[in-house]
């Protein structure tokens, strides 16, 4: 599954789904082309989710109006402390609902001296890690 970026929503009276169905069809053919439409984003950008073999992601970036086209893929979150930070400690008695609900956070930004990036209580780190930090006049590395 790939998701096809096209940048700002289009202006006007406008049927997003049918924008994506079209310039999907120039792609896969208009025989498949609904089959092959998993979701289409409608408000914050302009973009869907589509069934593409690689030959044709490679062919969909290529399309007039197409910005990016990049595979799908699930992350490991790499976090220490965010169960605690947002109140839900992992040793909390857990009950059968909780396997319906969905918990959605919105991070409107990275703020460095924000309490979920406090290193406090933390040692070095590790010796094989190869990062480095690069200071600035408004960060310090923690």
Not at 14 to 24: D, F, Q, T
Not at 57 to 70: C, H, K, L, R, T
Not at 77 to 105: C, M, N, P
Request: glycine content about 8%.
């Amino acid at each position: 599954v790939y998701i096809v970026y096209m940048g700002d929503t289009p202006k006007g009276d406008v049927s997003i789904p049918s924008l994506h169905r079209n310039i999907l069809q120039q792609v896969v053919g208009s025989d498949i082309a609904s089959r092959c439409l998993v979701h289409s984003y409608k408000r914050s950008i302009n973009g869907f989710v589509a069934r593409l073999t690689e030959e044709e992601a490679q062919e969909m970036a290529g399309v007039d109006g197409v910005v990016s086209v990049f595979l799908s893929q699930k992350h490991k979150l790499h976090t220490t402390r965010s169960w605690d930070f947002i109140g839900f400690s992992q040793k909390a008695k857990r009950s059968r609902v909780e396997s319906d609900i969905i918990i959605g956070i919105f991070d409107t930004g990275i703020w460095p001296e924000a309490d979920s990036f406090d290193d406090k209580g933390f040692g070095p780190p590790p010796d094989k890690w190869k990062g480095s930090c690069h200071v600035a006049s408004n960060f310090t590395c923690n």
